[in-house]
Every structure is written in C-alpha cells, then in structure tokens.
C-alpha cells in the first residue's frame, strides 16, 4: 500500500511559478515510477510528467514541456514538480501518482495503482 498526499497548490498569476510536492508512505517509495496528472473542470484527467525511479528517465506532456521541471528525493520519499510560466489554461487539480511503467506507457493514468487526492492549482489571468 502506498500513501501519497500532493501541497503546494494555490492561486498564482499568469506568468507565475509553482512548486508542487509529493510525498509517499507505504510500500517501496524508491523503486517506482511517479507521475503528475491534473484535471480542469468539464475536462478528462491528463498526463503532465512522470519520473522513472532513479530519476534518470522523464516524460513530457508537450503542453508543459520547456515550463516543467519534475524530480524526486528517494532519500525523503517526495517528488517535486516545479512549474514556470503559468497560464489560465494550467488551472486544474493536480494529482500524483505512483506506478509501473516505461517509455510511452508511463503517459497512461491504468497503469499508476495509486493516487493522492490533488492539490488544486489555479492561474489567473
């Protein structure tokens, strides 16, 4: 079983920068893939980012790329997701989430088996 609870969520202005974390309990921190999905309102959840677990392999959602910066510390069982750039469109609620996967697979939200319940991030124009 592994527990993940996201902060840093909040209100920023267009063109502002958040820092998002999240921090796991629970079964094998280090040994997993972790992602970031987020959800606006009236929308389906998306990918944004996932990091392998020893960090050495990111993924992308083009719609961040350039403005996103994910990483973790195995040491304190977080991961960071590290955003610039804001815009409207980025307001949602973010989710992380802890799986298994490689390559293009890690873009799937079927493969992460656990979630935490979303910090919500909003962007004002």
């Known amino acids: 079983q592994v527990q993940l609870v996201e902060s840093g969520g909040g209100l920023v202005q267009t063109g502002g920068s958040l820092t998002l974390s999240c921090a796991a309990s629970g079964r094998t921190f280090s040994s997993r893939v972790m992602g970031w999905f987020r959800q606006a309102p009236g929308k389906e959840r998306e990918f944004v980012v996932a990091i392998s677990w020893s960090g050495g392999s990111t993924y992308y959602a083009d719609s961040v790329k350039g403005r996103a910066t994910i990483s973790r510390d195995n040491a304190k069982d977080t991961v960071y997701l590290q955003m610039n750039s804001l815009t409207p469109e980025d307001t949602a609620v973010y989710y992380c989430?802890?799986?298994?996967?490689?390559?293009?697979?890690?873009?799937?939200?079927?493969?992460?088996?656990?979630w935490g319940q979303g910090t919500q991030v909003t962007v004002s124009s």
């Open positions: 989430a802890s799986g298994g996967c490689s390559g293009y697979r890690c873009w799937q939200s079927r493969v992460y088996d656990y």
